[in-house]
Nanobody, 113 residues
Framework: QVQLVESGGGLVQAGGSLRLSCTAS????????MGWYRQASGQRMELVAV???????SMVDSVKGRFTVSRDNAKNTMYLQMNSLKPEDTAVYYC???????WGQGTLVTVSS
């Protein structure tokens, strides 16, 4: 059974950086598109970035130039490097395998002003 485990969230001041990781068990990671999503309190789930198996990337405009998504297929791990963080980036961040129902448990990112 494939599982996704996120790590790397925490509390950071505005302007700071965090790196999130999402590690998948199983062998299907490398053939799948992976995505980072976030949900702020009381808000809808928002797609942040997706990266295909061939590392083609798409990102939401609000994070372009500040966030970088990457993957290491040898480690079954996807990363989200978040720089120049803003209070509005505060949310629970989730990773997702493909476009199906397999999600990680989420990791909380809190950016203080």
């Amino acid at each position: 059974q494939v599982q996704l485990v996120e790590s790397g969230g925490g509390l950071v001041q505005a302007g700071g950086s965090l790196r999130l990781s999402c590690t998948a068990s199983g062998n299907i990671f490398r053939v799948n598109t992976m995505g980072w999503y976030r949900q702020a309190s009381g808000q809808r789930m928002e797609l942040v970035a997706v990266i295909s198996a061939a590392s083609v990337i798409s990102m939401v405009d609000s994070v372009k130039g500040r966030f970088t998504v990457s993957r290491d297929n040898a480690k079954n791990t996807m990363y989200l490097q978040m720089n120049s963080l803003k209070p509005e980036d505060t949310a629970v961040y989730y990773c997702r395998l493909g476009y199906g129902e397999l999600w990680g448990q989420g990791t909380l990112v809190t950016v203080s002003s």
